[in-house]
């Protein structure tokens, strides 16, 4: 990893498998849950260590509301306590903490810890972690399209001037770089709703492993792994 340019500017993960851990342990789904938050922490740590400058996290997609009531509430109860608690450690390494998705749709107790851990990070630098939270690609597409059709119709922009730049600052992701390097867990070859513009040019590395079982070794693996390929932009 001694080649800066080699190293991912922005990783973007796809945890998956907490549930899949958790059953062929014979635990609750919401174990699964907690021991990924771990595997969070450590992938946080290996994020610096490297020099990546952006972790994005799909923590909870639009579609995850239609699971069992008590799986959500264990779900932001995790996330209520991973923001409480790591809040600390976040500061102490210097660790910007930003979200994206439908954020309004997040019970209004979740919603105040979330915002209070991103205003006492918000001068953080070296690192940015983003939550995906509610978040589901094709609804974050749909609205940008509907704020630039309104400015249109309002005569604020000519349809003509509407490019990928002013299309991309649409989205919530505006300002932070695309991921260069996608991580998936569990085996599955899916992008699920995930950062569907913004993936265009990501290298994929996917691992057969659970989600849980991830640990630093596997995001050092991954980076690795993305430094051998080479990346064309669709050029030759
Ligand atoms: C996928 O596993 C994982 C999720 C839906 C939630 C991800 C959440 C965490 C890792 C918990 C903590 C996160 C933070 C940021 C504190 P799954 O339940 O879909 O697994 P399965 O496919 O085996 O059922």
Same mark, same amino acid.
């Given at each position: 990893m001694s080649d @800066? @340019? @080699?190293? #991912?500017?922005?990783?973007?993960?796809?945890?998956?498998g907490n549930g899949r851990w958790a059953k062929e342990r014979g635990l609750p789904r919401r174990a699964g849950h907690r021991a990924g938050a771990e595997s969070v922490r450590e992938c946080v740590e290996a994020c610096k260590e490297l020099g990546v400058e952006y972790l994005t996290l799909y923590a909870f997609s639009s579609e995850n509301w239609n699971r069992p009531a008590a799986e959500v509430t264990a779900l932001m109860a995790l996330l209520e306590r991973f923001l409480e608690e790591k809040a600390d450690e976040l500061m102490k390494?210097?660790?910007k903490l930003q979200a994206i998705g439908h954020l309004d749709r997040l019970p209004d107790r979740t919603r105040a810890k979330l915002n209070a851990a991103i205003e006492r990070t918000a001068q953080n630098g070296s690192l940015t972690l983003v939550l995906a939270l509610s978040y589901g690609s094709r609804e974050e597409l749909v609205e940008a399209a509907r704020s630039l059709a309104t400015d249109?119709?309002?005569g604020k922009i000519d349809p003509a001037d509407i490019d990928g730049d002013l299309f991309a600052s649409r989205?919530?992701?505006?300002g932070i #770089?695309? #991921?260069?390097l996608l991580i998936r867990t569990s085996g599955e070859l899916r992008v699920s709703n995930f950062l569907l513009w913004q993936i265009s040019y990501a290298e994929i590395v996917i691992f057969k492993k659970f989600w849980p079982d991830f640990h630093?070794?596997?995001?050092?693996e991954a980076a690795k792994e993305y430094a051998r390929r080479h990346r064309r932009f669709g050029a030759l």
């Open positions: @800066s @340019s @080699s190293i #991912p500017r922005h990783i973007a993960i796809i945890m998956d390494q210097d660790v249109a119709a309002a989205l919530y992701t505006a #770089p695309d #991921p260069d630093q070794a596997d995001l050092f």
